[in-house]
């Protein structure tokens, strides 16, 4: 065929049309706004946290670790139904668990149900457990939970490599803690006094 043969036919054939429009829907979905995200399950808020944790110890030096759940026990975590009080963790064999963390059982599971205290394995890399295990052979030192959360849509525990405080601790602690509270109200008094 000649090359001038062939634009003719060419020019002859119906271009193909492209279309990039929507189809809008009118849905009773689309229709009622969407519900917003649980701020637990987004990551926004802390689905536990261990406020005694900082009271009891001094936490030096804090790790992210993954937990091994069952999905029981992850949809009590997203309806707020943990507990880090008397959790701790431990390092044995190479591996890291999470020992007394009370996770409730799930509203709407069944006979399958979690078991609410069963020790939970830790998922960390090998170098991390490696270095918890020889901070954590230092006496007085142990691994405290302090906060549970959601990143992802996996859940994290925040482990921190703590050593105990004793009572004159606290109380210096709490000495501290008042004395910051009273100096901050000053300024804001004085602020106040300032301004009118």
Known sequence: MRPNARMRIQERLPMARQTSHT????????????????????????????????????????????????????????EGKANLKDAYGLIKDGEAFLLNLHIGPYSHGNIANHDETRTRKLLLHREEVRKLLSKTQIKGHTLIPTRLYFRKGRVKCELAVAKGKQDWDKRETERRREADREARAAIKANKHKMGR
Do not use: C, M, W
């Not at 969407?34 to 005694?52: I, L, T």
């Open 23 to 78: 189809v809008a829907r009118k849905d009773a979905a689309a229709q009622k706004p969407a519900r917003p995200r649980n701020p637990v399950a987004s990551g926004e808020r802390d689905a536990a946290h261990n406020r005694a944790a900082s009271h009891n110890y001094f936490l030096l030096e804090k790790f992210e670790a993954g937990v091994a759940l069952r999905g029981t026990e992850v949809k009590s975590i997203r």
